[in-house]
């Protein structure tokens, strides 16, 4: 099946979900190696609004009708 969401063909979506998750993996290793609480706080809102796009992509991923 080749289902499109949003432009986007399920595979198209499984590669920016993957993106999206080692940029989540990158931002939680760079929290753990700062000591400034300002640096610290920047990170920690960019990581919530990378949770929420991988939220919405996963949700596009789902209405495709495919499994990865």
Request: hydrophobic share 35%; glycine share 8%; aromatic share 2%.
């Amino acid at each position: 099946m080749n289902a499109r969401t949003g432009g986007f063909t399920h595979d198209e979506l499984t590669m920016l979900s993957d993106g999206i998750l080692s940029m989540m993996e990158n931002t939680s290793k760079a929290m753990a190696m700062i000591k400034s609480s300002e640096a610290h706080e920047i990170l920690e809102k960019e990581l919530e609004r990378y949770c929420q796009l991988n939220n919405k992509i996963c949700d596009m991923m789902a209405a495709t009708g495919e499994r990865g």
